[in-house]
């Protein structure tokens, strides 16, 4: 099971599913809800995915036509994502996971639109925008 909330624990969430595409974000709309160089989020099925607790505390924002964003009303914090795209699936903020998984980071993506005083030291696939399709 893997369970996580947000930085005030008013919103708790839970899956039974393993992590997948377990990526980096540099975009600028992940850069700006989470006040970072990048985010890091994990796919899980939303049929095995749940709300625990303060679900009357989510905000709902649509970052695009295509994308939502999470949030905790209280504390602020980007909770998970959801992507047109994949409806299947939503993809979990990993830093709000409450005990450490065990994730192996598959990708950066948008590096073309990384902040300019960001530099990649590792040897993780990186892709321009979405990662191209295996």
């Not at 980096?24 to 994990?42: E, P």
């Not at 709000?96 to 993780?124: G, P, R």
Request: with cysteine.
């Amino acid at each position: 099971m893997i369970t996580g909330s947000c930085l005030c624990g008013n919103i708790k969430f839970a899956s039974d599913d393993n992590i997948s595409d377990a990526s980096l974000c540099h975009c600028s709309i992940c850069r700006k809800s989470t006040g970072s160089a990048f985010a890091a989020y994990g796919g899980v099925a939303l049929e095995n995915f749940k709300w625990v607790q303060g679900k009357n505390q989510l905000k709902v924002f649509s970052a695009t036509s295509l994308l939502t964003k999470y949030f905790c009303t209280n504390c602020g914090s980007t909770l998970a994502s959801t992507h047109q795209s994949w409806p299947e699936y939503i993809y979990i903020s990993l830093g709000c996971l409450d005990e450490h998984a065990a994730i192996n980071l598959e990708y950066h993506q948008f590096v073309a639109s990384k902040a300019n005083w960001e530099t990649i030291n590792d040897e993780i696939r990186q892709f321009d925008e979405w990662p191209e399709e295996d």
